[in-house]
């Protein structure tokens, strides 16, 4: 059954940086392009961030130059290295499949960035 974990939100100020991982259990974990998504209560959650199984990068425009994806295959792992951050990027952060067919969602992990 798939899986999957965020952590790593927290409190930062203006500025601040943040690093949040993700674990999957996912089987054949390689082969799919993963992302970072975030919502914000009564908005459409959104991707921010996608890595394709061989390390290619995509980001919003919003968080391009900010944030930066990488992902560890061996360990089922996907990070998102969070700077610069400002208030609008607070919302809860999820990681996932990219694209439609996403794997249940997580809980995610809660990011505040205070003014």
């Known amino acids: 059954q798939v899986q999957l974990v965020e952590s790593g939100g927290g409190l930062v100020q203006i500025g601040g940086s943040l690093r949040l991982s993700c674990t999957a259990s996912i089987s054949f974990f390689s082969s799919y392009a993963m992302g970072w998504y975030r919502q914000v209560p009564g908005l459409q959650r959104e991707l921010v961030a996608s890595?394709?199984?061989?390390?290619?990068?995509n980001y919003a425009d919003s968080v391009k130059g900010r944030f930066t994806i990488s992902r560890d295959n061996a360990k089922k792992m996907v990070y998102l290295q969070m700077n610069s951050l400002k208030p609008e990027d607070t919302a809860v952060y999820y990681c996932n499949r990219a694209g439609i067919n996403t794997f249940r969602w997580g809980r995610g992990t809660q990011v505040n960035v205070s003014s």
């Open positions: 890595m394709t199984g061989g390390g290619t990068a």
